[in-house]
């Protein structure tokens, strides 16, 4: 399968994520993740984020540049891309999930994510944050 995500960050400092919902028959029930989702045939990876993005969130994001691809704990190669968000949480309408939250990379690393995106956010994460 393949799959897209996003990092999206706020004033460069502060993640965009959301709870995933609690279902035992989805991936990683529970866990903090990225916006994104599957492909769909004949979709392009920046096709699909931006499909993603108005399924999910609805919100304008900015600066959207591709940045790496992986492999996830489940075989799934995601294309991954940075983008940047100007919202408040009270203004965007997450259609999936829980919640959302913005948090500090201090934050980030006590939350339960995928492994492989926790990975890669943390090793990467002067760039990431432009620190």
Not at 5 to 34: A, G
Not at 73 to 94: A, W
Not at 104 to 126: A, G
């Amino acid at each position: 399968m393949k799959e897209v995500s996003l990092i999206i960050l706020r004033n460069n400092h502060r993640l965009l994520m959301y709870l995933r919902d609690d279902k035992p028959s989805i991936p990683f029930p529970n866990y903090w993740s990225l916006i994104g989702g599957g492909i769909e045939k004949n979709e392009t990876p920046y096709e699909a984020l931006n499909r993603e993005i108005q399924e999910e969130i609805n919100s304008k994001i900015e600066n959207i540049v591709k940045i790496h691809e992986l492999i996830d704990d489940i075989g799934s190669k995601i294309f991954l891309f940075r983008g940047d968000i100007s919202e408040e949480i009270r203004d965007i309408n997450l259609t999936e999930g829980q919640r959302l939250g913005y948090f500090t990379l201090q934050e980030f690393r006590d939350l339960k994510v995928p492994p492989v995106i926790k990975k890669y956010i943390l090793d990467n994460h002067r760039e990431l944050f432009k620190i």
